[in-house]
């Protein structure tokens, strides 16, 4: 990390847009989903998760969601599409909507179920599998591209495309210094 990544007010050194960490095993992914949670951006944020089946995109979102305060079991939407949570923190109750468009091939979909609405809300919206949602999802403030290698460490690049997406970014890479220098 330079210093500039440091002090990210400073006129010229602009907040990083791109990281890449790497969680050897569930409880990486666990304590990135906690310091993920403690961000304020996060109850109006859209994050969208790339990765191969398996790659651990559901395990973040639970994780995620049991971190901000969802109790009991958290299921899975892939035959609902979205499933929708309410975090509960000091503050009170806030909206989170996980989607997985995994089986989504319909457009009149994004009208008719209501997404549409739900992306114009405040609140959470997490997405599995954003690719077969193209055209008709919202840009995402921060994209997760996760990769599993042959010790099942997982690989996850994160790229902020708005000022949210970079807050969150900041908020999570918190004492993780960026990992290019291991990509030789
Ligand atoms: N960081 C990790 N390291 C090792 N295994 C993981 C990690 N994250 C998740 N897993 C495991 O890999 C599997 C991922 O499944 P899942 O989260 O359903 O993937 P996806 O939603 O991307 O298809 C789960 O069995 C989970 O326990
Ligand atoms: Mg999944």
């Known amino acids: 990390m330079t210093a500039a990544d440091d002090h990210p007010g400073i006129v010229g050194s602009p907040a990083p ?41 559901t395990t973040l979102v639970r994780h995620l969601l049991r971190a901000c305060g969802v109790a009991g079991r958290i299921k899975s939407p892939t035959y609902a599409v979205v499933e929708p949570h309410e975090p509960t923190d000091a503050a009170g109750a806030w909206q989170a909507w996980h ?32 690719e077969k949602a193209r055209g008709v999802l919202p840009t995402p403030d921060l994209d997760l591209f996760i990769s599993s290698d042959a010790d099942d460490v997982r690989h996850v690049t994160l790229t902020a495309s708005t000022a949210t997406g970079r807050a969150l970014l900041r908020q999570v890479a918190d004492g993780a210094p960026p990992q290019e220098n291991l990509y030789p």
């Open 17 to 57: 847009t791109e990281r890449v960490l790497r969680w050897p095993d569930e409880a990486a992914t666990a304590a990135f989903a906690a310091r993920l949670a403690a961000a304020p951006e996060l109850r109006r944020a859209f994050i969208a998760l790339h990765g191969d089946l398996g790659a651990g995109k």
């Open 99 to 130: 989607f997985d468009f995994y089986r989504f091939d319909d457009p009149r979909e994004w009208e008719d179920a209501g997404f549409r609405d739900i992306f114009a809300s405040t609140g959470l919206k997490i997405a599995e599998w954003p």
